[in-house]
């Protein structure tokens, strides 16, 4: 069990757009997702906090207006990065909470986003 | 800032232990420590957490110090699909607000 989903897998799209990314939790409830950002040879940047029904809490130098977070169920949060620029460019990866007084997270297999 | 710190690289050779080490010195009497890996271009994978106690499951094993400031994650027999970056991590076992950090890890490289 504890399988979490991404959507798309990767994405290339034009200076400008908008991307919209999908994060699943297949087989549980997910009270508790995060998003992570990982540029090459580095480690997982934490993006934000995304609480089901609730506002994201987004870490200090993270634009909450470009990284637009909804959690609207127990089994899904989005990431839409609006307006993407090159420097947007990297691997985006989710992973969910069970939240049943367990902290361990399951991962996302990763979306990796290229913007030209 | 990363609550760990764990040796940037090791090697292995394949079907030998591979013993992966973290210092957690400022760890707190409410926090588990939990081991992740990252396989390249992939998203990580849950290994294995614990309190106190010694921990075992299909993937590794964990030992953890007595004074807890310390731990090594135990893979019996190494692979070649073993390869991947090793995150040690603390966190507690609930609470709800908890925000997790990852450092930079130890790459783990299996050689035949």
């Known amino acids: 069990g504890a399988v979490v989903s991404q959507h798309p897998s990767w994405v290339i799209c034009k200076s400008g757009t908008s991307v919209k990314i999908e994060c699943r939790s297949l087989d549980f409830q997910a009270t508790t997702m995060f998003w992570y950002r990982q540029f090459p040879k580095q480690s997982l940047m934490l993006m934000a906090t995304?609480?089901?029904?609730?506002?994201?809490?987004?870490e200090q130098g993270v634009e909450k207006d470009k990284f637009l977070i909804n959690h609207a169920s127990l089994t899904l949060s989005t990431l839409t990065v609006t307006s993407a620029h090159p420097e947007d460019s990297s691997f985006y990866i989710c992973?969910?909470?069970?939240?049943?007084?367990?902290?361990?997270?399951?991962f996302g297999p990763g979306t990796r986003l290229l913007v030209l | 800032d990363a609550k760990t710190t764990q040796p940037p690289s090791m090697d292995c050779a394949e079907g030998r232990a591979a013993n992966l080490p973290c210092n957690h010195s400022t760890i707190s009497g409410n926090e588990y420590v939990y081991w992740y890996r990252q396989i390249h271009s992939q998203g990580p994978q849950y290994i294995i957490h614990g309190l106190k106690n010694n921990e075992t499951n299909e993937m590794a094993s964990l030992i953890i110090t007595e004074d807890r400031k310390s731990s090594t994650l135990i893979l019996p027999h190494a692979t070649l699909r073993d390869t991947a970056v090793y995150y040690c991590?603390?966190?507690?076992?609930?609470?709800?607000?908890?925000?997790?950090?990852f450092g930079r890890g130890t790459s783990l490289i299996v050689h035949p």
């Open positions: 992973s969910a909470r069970r939240g049943r007084g367990t902290e361990t997270q399951y």
């Open positions: 991590i603390v966190g507690p076992a609930s609470g709800g607000s908890y925000i997790p950090t």
């Open positions: 995304s609480n089901e029904g609730s506002k994201a809490t987004y």
